[in-house]
């Protein structure tokens, strides 16, 4: 599985990519086929929003991409949010190509 984290507007600290990391591994234990994930982690300063931290999670599976976009006040809660919603879609991808 090959991860890319690419930071927009802002640098990340090591504490950040460590749990972008960290919660990227997981996603093995709910589909074990991943080809790549890319995380872009967004500042949208445009309008001074109290919701301006971007998270986007994109996965590649063979014949399948998922999308997920999350904003927030902080860049992990919107990661979890962006995360959880990923792992919803995998698991309903999965069940539908099972039965």
Known sequence: ???Q?????FD????????????????AT???RIVSVEVFLKLDNIAHQIKD?????????PRHDFF????SKSFEESFDLAFDSLVNQMKRK???NIY
């Open 1 to 3: 599985m090959n991860v």
């Open 5 to 9: 984290i690419q930071t927009v507007r």
């Open 12 to 27: 990340a600290d090591a504490k950040l990519v460590d749990h972008v990391n960290k919660k990227i591994q997981k996603l």
């Open 30 to 32: 709910f589909y074990d």
């Open 53 to 61: 931290k971007i998270a986007e999670i994109k996965v590649h599976i």
């Open 68 to 71: 997920v976009k999350h904003e």
């Open 94 to 96: 999965k069940e539908k």
